[in-house]
């Protein structure tokens, strides 16, 4: 196992001007109940780092952490049904400013479900990044979940539907570790890039 990402829990705010500076920054994306938070954990290799819920759709914030070289940030998972359309709305514009706007950003990372995904939200977000030129990278999690059989049947569709190839998607389980040592070094090398600021 490689050396956990020492995150810490600097803030929450609800818009993109509220951010302190950072010198890069990776955005972490997904609709909620992905396993987002439970990624952030074993990326640091801590319990509750990031808030892990049975319960989707409470992160309606930009949650920042500190890491080494820069910041993570967690975004509102999308596509949480209970929510009215006012209010998924306003979020998803939130989202979008963030991700347009946040000018240490070097990479976002959007996580798919790997038992199910991409969903045809994932695929609206995987177009409307596409369109606004954001550096991206898939994420399929809860590899676990998928049966060993199934496995490589699944890399190839979850990638088709992304219209990406299998080798262009890295695949993790939060809960048994896959992935995460190649995800870390991701994250490093990432964050040691410089963000739009040098543009
Ligand atoms: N089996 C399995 N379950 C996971 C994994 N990652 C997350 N989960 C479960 O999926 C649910 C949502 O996880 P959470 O991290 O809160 O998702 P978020 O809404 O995207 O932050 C929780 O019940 C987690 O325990 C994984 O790698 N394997
Ligand atoms: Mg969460």
Same mark, same amino acid.
């Given at each position: 196992?490689?050396?956990?990402?020492?995150?810490?829990?600097?803030?929450?705010?609800?818009?993109?001007?509220?951010?302190? &500076?950072?010198?890069?920054?990776?955005?972490?994306?997904?609709?909620?109940?992905?396993?987002?938070?439970?990624?952030?954990?074993?990326?640091?290799?801590?319990?509750?780092?990031?808030?892990?819920?049975?319960?989707?759709?409470? =992160?309606?914030?930009?949650?920042?952490? @500190? =890491?080494?070289?820069?910041?993570?940030?967690?975004?509102?998972?999308?596509?949480?049904?209970?929510v009215s359309q006012t209010e998924r709305r306003a979020w998803e514009r939130r989202? &979008?400013?963030?991700?347009?706007?946040?000018?240490?950003?070097?990479?976002?990372?959007?996580?798919?479900?790997?038992?199910?995904?991409?969903?045809?939200?994932?695929?609206?977000?995987?177009?409307?990044?596409?369109?606004?030129?954001?550096?991206?990278?898939?994420?399929?999690?809860? &590899?676990?979940?998928?049966?060993?059989?199934?496995? @490589?049947?699944?890399?190839?569709?979850? *990638? *088709?539907?992304?219209?990406?190839?299998?080798? @262009?998607?890295?695949?993790?389980?939060?809960?048994?570790?896959?992935?995460?040592?190649?995800?870390? *070094?991701?994250?490093?090398?990432?964050? *040691?890039?410089?963000?739009?600021?040098?543009?």
């Open positions: 196992m490689s050396t956990p990402l020492p995150l810490r829990f600097v803030l929450s705010a609800p818009e993109v001007d509220e951010l302190p &500076h950072s010198p890069a920054e990776l955005a972490v994306v997904g609709r909620s109940n992905v396993g987002k938070s439970s990624l952030l954990n074993a990326l640091a290799a801590r319990k509750a780092l990031a808030k892990v819920s049975g319960t989707p759709g409470k =992160t309606r914030l930009l949650n920042l952490f @500190e =890491t080494d070289g820069g910041t993570v940030v967690d975004l509102p998972g999308y596509g949480y049904a209970k989202m &979008h400013r963030y991700l347009l706007e946040r000018e240490p950003l070097v990479l976002t990372l959007l996580l798919v479900d790997g038992e199910v995904g991409p969903t045809s939200l994932d695929a609206e977000m995987l177009d409307w990044l596409r369109d606004h030129d954001v550096p991206f990278q898939v994420v399929a999690t809860k &590899h676990d979940k998928v049966r060993s059989s199934k496995r @490589e049947r699944r890399r190839r569709d979850l *990638a *088709a539907g992304c219209e990406l190839d299998p080798r @262009e998607i890295v695949w993790v389980s939060a809960e048994k570790g896959v992935g995460i040592d190649r995800l870390r *070094a991701l994250v490093r090398e990432a964050l *040691a890039r410089d963000g739009r600021a040098g543009e």
